[in-house]
């Protein structure tokens, strides 16, 4: 039998993992305490990776940019913005931001090779049927000396437990966003990354546990009629990569 979810926000039934999900929550992007919260959190955390600009013409490539919520990190950072997505809701919002949006998948990039001084891809290899080929886009897009960063969930029983079975049960979390069967083992990643010319260096991240609280016990508060107020908890850095982890490295010339 097919594993299904409803949408929060509407009464139809989707497959996990259904990219329609995004139509239908395509009002939470920029709320802080909606939907995709934590993928705020998250972009602050990648964009963390991502140096200034080291010249006047600098691109960053955006892959599964979503409704563009990296863009207010990488503010001053010198790069011109480019966000590829499958949504056309949330590209129209990204452009608002100051992405310049392009429709497509991030398996069949439509860019140059060696266009990029950067690539992003927060939050998106472990939504995609084949994150081989996504990975191999994103070097692809890379110019020697390049940077690749990115974030997604590892292939292990823990990461499935914590994103899924008590991660979609949390205040605001969309049930059925992910698809288990998709998640990204990190030695793999590691491994098809170099085949296409990037070390890839990886560490584990979580947020922070006073800040996640503080959040819940907020969400909670505001389900209850109290308006959610405070900071919202950072990504840190932890030992282990067993569920969410990042990954850069450089491009070999």
């Known amino acids: 039998m097919r594993d299904v979810a409803a949408a929060p926000t ?23 305490d909606g939907a995709f919260a934590m993928l705020h959190w998250l972009a602050e955390a990648r964009a963390a990776l991502v140096p200034p600009a080291e010249r006047p013409d600098a691109l960053l490539v955006d892959l599964g940019c979503g409704a563009g919520l990296l863009a207010p990190h990488l503010a001053g950072k010198g790069y011109r913005h480019v966000g590829v997505d499958l949504t056309r809701s949330a590209l129209a919002q990204a452009a608002a931001h100051g992405v310049t949006p392009v429709n497509g998948d991030v398996t069949a990039v439509p860019l140059a090779d060696g266009c990029a001084d950067v690539v992003a891809a927060g939050e998106v290899l472990e939504h995609v049927p084949d994150w081989r080929r996504a990975l191999a886009e994103a070097c692809r897009l890379l110019r020697p000396g390049g940077l ?51 070390a ?5 991240v979580r947020p922070e546990v006073r800040g996640l609280l503080g959040w819940l016990f907020r969400r909670v508060r505001g389900a209850s009629g109290a308006a959610p107020a405070g900071r919202a908890p950072r990504i840190v850095p932890t030992r282990s990569t067993a569920v969410l982890y990042q990954g850069w490295g450089v491009r070999k010339g």
């Not at 292990?156 to 979609?168: P, Q, Y």
């Not at 890839?200 to 584990?204: F, S, W």
Request: glycine share 6%; net charge positive.
């Open 10 to 32: 509407r009464s139809r039934v989707l497959p996990r993992n259904d990219p329609r999900q995004y139509d239908d929550l395509a009002d939470e992007w920029w709320r802080p």
């Open 148 to 198: 690749l960063v990115l974030d997604t969930l590892n292939d292990t029983v823990l990461s499935r437990v914590v994103a899924v079975h008590v991660g979609e049960r949390l205040p605001t979390v969309p049930r059925g966003i992910h698809d288990p069967r998709l998640f990204v083992d990190a030695r793999a990643l590691v491994a098809e990354a170099a085949r296409h010319g990037v």
């Open 200 to 204: 890839l260096r990886l560490r584990g």
